[in-house]
Nanobody, 122 residues
């Protein structure tokens, strides 16, 4: 059974940093691309970042490029999202996701976590 569990979301002030973690488990995740999406209140869920299972290629939404960094530790089955220079518009529920076809630019998850709330105050 595939399970993705996010953690690390909290209330921070604009300009601060935060690191999200996603603990993954399941038989099909060992060679899956992993990524993050976010959903702000009243808006659709949007792609944030993705990383190949090897960890050597990443892809970001333009809105976070240069501020967010995705990484993974396959030995720990964990994916991270380091978020720097946070802005109020980054406020959203952040979801971890897995694409078992290991796609990057066309990242399309089959599995999702439950989400973790990130709130950035101005």
């Amino acid at each position: 059974q595939v399970q993705l569990v996010e953690s690390g979301g909290e209330l921070v002030q604009a300009g601060e940093s935060l690191r999200l973690s996603c603990a993954a488990s399941g038989p099909t995740l060992s060679r899956s691309a992993m990524g993050w999406f976010r959903q702000a209140p009243g808006k659709e869920r949007k792609f944030v970042a993705a990383i190949l299972w090897t960890g050597d290629s990443t892809y970001y939404a333009d809105s976070v490029k240069g501020r967010f960094t995705i990484s993974r530790d396959n030995a720990k089955n964990t994916v991270y999202l380091q978020m720097n220079s946070l802005k109020p518009e980054d406020t959203a529920v952040y979801y971890c996701a897995a694409d078992t076809f290991n796609r990057l630019v066309e990242f399309r998850p089959q599995y999702w976590g439950q989400g973790t709330q990130v709130t950035v105050s101005s």
